[in-house]
């Protein structure tokens, strides 16, 4: 089938038509990122591949839908950024890949904890300066502090997991379902109100859905363990950024360490260093010396590339040859 592939940076080029040797799809890779404007590119063509940050709102599939297309394959795992009962209402089918990697992002998470815990990042800059000295670069560690892990999926789970056995910190975990097999490893579940009161360390890998936009904000961080280090590399607006400014500044928040930032739609994915960046909020996030942010790469390993290429493409060949989609997303309940 044909597939217009937006928003694609030399390593989706490279995954996908690795990939399509197995599939023989027409793809065309195309740069811009979907918008209502930059929908009427696809045309013609009866798939749309997007990724995390292009705009499939109700405008955006409904120029789509009039240029024929009937299926929109989301090349990722989260699908916060399509209006599920717009595309339902004009007969576009969801599909996502609810799964490619959970290594990929809980490696990366427990990378993120440990630099910003242990300053790599600033270490890192200093030692290219020859300055080699030690003061402001003290660590609390890992072993034996308070964790807490909300949403313990896929991702969740292995970040529980790995910080519990492998180093050995108090696992406190929320979600609706219960993981028997991480009880089984010491992790307690416990309210989100208790997590955030008793947590030394935050981390976020719940989905972005009414219910969990900013999870943290002003009055979750008051409610906070004092010094209480924050990380998320789930979705940007789980939590309000204004607010984790303040906090920052009152020291109510000890550190921060991003790969997801709910403006991250202007900034993140794109070669801004010969710009002016107009978003203060996220310029004086990265003036604080204990913050860490990265552009949204957690799930940027070889393993996961290519399993999301091979999974998308195997959708679009359900979709093409009338089986049932088993990654399809269904559009909410009508309210
Ligand atoms: P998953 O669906 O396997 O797990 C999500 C878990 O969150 C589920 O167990 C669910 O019950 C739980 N949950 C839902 N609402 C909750 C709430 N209000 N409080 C606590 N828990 C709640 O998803 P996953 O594969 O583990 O991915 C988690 C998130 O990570 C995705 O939604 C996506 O946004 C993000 N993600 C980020 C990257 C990246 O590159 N940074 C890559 C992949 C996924």
């Known amino acids: 089938m044909r597939i217009a592939c937006f928003s694609t940076k030399a390593y989706d080029r490279l995954s996908f038509t690795d990939a399509n040797r197995d599939f023989g799809h027409e793809i065309g890779f195309l740069e811009p990122r979907l918008d209502a404007v930059t929908a009427t590119l696809a045309a013609g063509w009866p798939v749309v591949c997007a990724f995390v940050n292009d705009h499939l709102d109700a405008s955006t599939l409904a120029v789509l839908a009039e240029g024929g297309t009937r299926l929109v394959a989301l090349r990722c795992a989260g699908f916060n950024n399509i209006d599920l009962s717009a595309a339902a209402a004009l007969g576009v089918a969801v599909v996502r890949v609810p799964a490619y990697s959970p290594h990929a992002v809980s490696e990366f998470t427990i990378g993120l904890m440990i630099s910003l815990d242990r300053k790599i990042h600033r270490a890192w800059a200093r030692v ?14 890992l072993h034996g502090r308070v964790a807490g892990v909300v949403g313990t999926g896929r991702i969740g789970a292995l970040v529980a997991r790995a910080l519990r056995q492998g180093f050995g910190c108090e696992v406190l975990a929320t979600d609706r379902v219960v993981d028997a097999g991480l009880v089984a490893a010491g992790v307690r579940y416990v309210p989100v109100e208790q997590l955030l009161a008793e947590a030394d360390i935050v981390t976020l890998h719940c989905p972005l859905t009414p219910e969990t936009h900013h999870l943290v904000d002003a009055a979750s961080i008051a409610r906070a363990r004092p010094g209480f280090q924050l990380i998320n590399t789930s979705r940007g607006a789980l939590v309000d950024a204004d607010a984790v400014v303040d906090g920052l500044k009152t020291g109510q928040i000890g550190g921060v ?16 260093s010969n710009e002016i960046i107009q978003d203060d909020v996220f310029q004086r996030l990265l003036t604080f010396p204990n913050v860490l942010v990265t ?29 049932p989609l088993a990654n399809r997303v269904p559009a909410p309940p009508a309210a």
């Open 128 to 141: 290219r300066e020859n300055n080699f000295a030690l003061d402001g670069l003290l660590g609390l560690g």
């Open 257 to 272: 360490a991003l790969d997801v930032y709910e403006q991250e739609g202007d900034l993140f994915f794109e070669d801004l």
């Open 295 to 323: 552009g949204h790469q957690a799930f940027l390993t070889h393993p996961a590339l290519h399993a999301i290429a091979h999974t998308t493409l195997s959708s679009v060949s359900a979709f093409a040859a009338g089986l």
